[in-house]
């Protein structure tokens, strides 16, 4: 059946994609069976699929199963080399490094996940990795609360109704009516904390990046373990930084919007 009967829309499209989708964090082979049943479309279609992707190289087969290639990863680089904002953000996010001695990160909403887009991190007890194109329940982290609190009532519900694809169970899983009265005070306050929330050992604070129009586009935060930098810490010290570093972001992201072909110098924007 088809899912949109716009005539532009092409449908075996769709199919290819969910079947990539399927391959989530603790599966990362599968065989015909399972993606047939995961996707719910017919074992010959998925089949055509899989031919498909393993002759353009976006998949493998081996006794059975498939498996993706580390070729799928052009398919999310494209959206990041796309976006060359984040290269401007870099030094920011050093420079931010260098002031608090602690990890930093750009994410964008995708769905209920956040999904991180730019980063630089520093060694440290961590209970979760992080790189590019990781993918956390947006409800769970500082960087999610600050993106979610941007959003209209109903854009929130319907986000907050989409099941999470990062394969990560958070430490604490918000109530409804208890994350409306979180984000009711990160828009008030214009920043996010969370505090083991996603995982033991993990806190951070986190602050929007917004556009020329004051819409929030991303969000940049500083993340800490528990046991080596307790919260106060994060919000007398670091996050007056980090809300400089949010502004300073922000001013760039608008001029390269309003420039994006030529190559705007890190802080240009003020």
Known sequence: ???????????????????????????????????????????PTVRRILITLEQLGYVRSSDGEFSLT?????????????QSMWDLAVPHLRELVKQTGESCSIAQLDGSDIVYVARVAVPKLVTLSVTIGTRFPAPATSLGKVLLAALSAEEL??????????GIE???????????????????????????????????VAAPIRDGQGAVVAAVNVNAHAAETPVATLTDRHLPLLLGTASAISADWEAWKAHPMEVVAPGAGG
């Open 1 to 43: 059946m088809r899912r949109d009967s716009t005539p532009e829309f092409i449908e075996a499209l769709a199919r290819g994609l969910d079947v990539l989708r399927c391959f989530e964090p603790g599966r990362p082979a599968m065989t015909l069976s399972e993606l047939a049943a995961a996707t719910g479309l017919a074992r």
């Open 70 to 82: 580390p070729r799928v990863l052009d398919l999310g680089m494209a959206y990041i080399r796309s």
């Open 157 to 166: 519900d319907r986000r907050l109704t989409e099941h999470s694809r990062s």
């Open 170 to 204: 958070p430490a604490h899983r918000h109530e409804r009516d208890e994350l409306g009265t979180v984000l009711s005070k990160v828009r008030a306050r214009g920043w996010a904390l969370t505090d083991e929330e996603l995982a033991p050992g993990i806190r951070s």
